[in-house]
C-alpha cells in the first residue's frame, strides 16, 4: 500500500518569500513517480510538477522544484518568490509501479494563504 | 487544445436518485482515470481505464457504482440509487501514451439531499 503524509494542514506566508510545502511517502514499489498538484478554490487539479524515483536530479518547472530525498522518503515543493495567486490547496501525490491501484495516491492536503 | 471537461459541473440529487456524470478527456488521451474528493480531503482513486478497456475498478466503493467508455474516449460514471455519504466532488482526469502526468477536468460537484 502507499501511503502519501503533508503535515502542515495550513500555512501562512508573505508575498515575496520562498515556501516549502512537506510531503513524506511510503512505498515498497522499487520504481514510482511523485506529483504535486495546486487546487484554487475554483477546484481544478492542476499540475505542478513530477518527479521519478530514478530521476537523479531534482525537477524544476519555473518557479516551482521539487526537493527529492529518497532515503528519507520525503518530496518537498518548493515555491520561490510567492505570489498572492499562489493561495490555494497544494496536494502531493504518488503512483506505484506495483500491482496495486493504478491512480494516484493523494495525500490531505496543505492550505497555503500568501499575504500581502 | 482543449483541456479534460466534465458535465454537468453541479448536480443535486435526492436519495435514492441514479446520476451519470460525464467525462471528455483530452483528445488522443490513452488513459482516463476517476477520483472522488471529500470535503476538506485529497482525491480518492475509484477507476481507470485504457482506451475502452476498465483495468483497475479497485476504488469504487460499492456496486452502486459504475463506469464505461465504450468507445475510448467519452467515459460515464453511474451512481445507483443515491446515499448522502454519495456527496463529493467527482474528477475526471486524462493521460497521454507513455506519460505518468494526469491532467485533471473541473469536477462535478454531487449533493445528495
Known amino acids: 500500500a502507499q501511503k502519501i503524509t503533508q503535515t502542515q494542514p495550513g500555512m501562512f506566508v508573505q508575498e515575496k518569500e520562498a515556501v516549502t510545502l512537506d510531503c513524506t511517502y511510503d512505498?515498497?514499489?522499487?520504481?514510482?513517480?511523485l506529483f504535486w498538484y495546486k487546487q484554487p478554490s475554483s477546484g481544478e487539479m492542476i499540475f505542478l510538477i513530477y518527479?521519478?524515483?530514478?530521476?537523479?536530479q531534482n525537477a524544476t518547472e519555473g518557479r516551482y522544484s521539487l526537493n527529492f530525498q529518497k532515503a528519507r522518503k520525503s518530496a518537498n515543493l518548493v515555491i520561490s518568490a510567492s505570489q498572492l495567486g499562489d493561495s490555494a490547496m497544494y496536494f502531493c501525490a504518488m503512483r506505484g509501479s506495483g500491482g496495486g491501484a493504478d491512480g494516484l495516491t493523494f495525500g490531505k492536503g496543505t492550505h497555503l494563504i500568501i499575504q500581502p | 487544445g482543449a483541456g479534460v471537461s466534465q458535465s454537468p459541473r453541479y448536480k443535486v440529487a435526492k436519495r435514492g436518485q441514479d446520476v451519470a456524470l460525464r467525462c471528455d478527456p483530452i483528445?488522443?488521451?490513452?488513459?482516463l482515470f476517476w477520483y472522488q474528493q471529500a470535503l476538506g480531503q485529497g482525491p480518492e482513486f475509484l477507476t481507470y481505464f485504457q482506451n475502452e478497456a476498465q483495468l483497475d475498478k479497485s476504488g469504487l466503493p460499492s456496486d452502486r457504482f459504475f463506469a464505461e467508455r465504450p468507445e475510448g474516449s467519452v467515459s460515464t460514471l453511474k451512481i445507483q440509487r443515491t446515499q448522502q455519504e454519495d456527496s463529493a466532488v467527482y474528477l475526471c482526469?486524462?493521460?497521454?501514451?507513455?506519460?505518468?502526468?494526469?491532467?485533471f477536468g473541473p469536477g462535478t460537484r454531487l449533493l445528495v439531499l
Open positions: 518527479q521519478g524515483s530514478y530521476d537523479e
Open positions: 483528445s488522443g488521451h490513452v488513459s
Open positions: 512505498t515498497s514499489d522499487q520504481s514510482y513517480g
Open positions: 482526469a486524462s493521460s497521454p501514451e507513455y506519460q505518468e502526468t494526469q491532467y
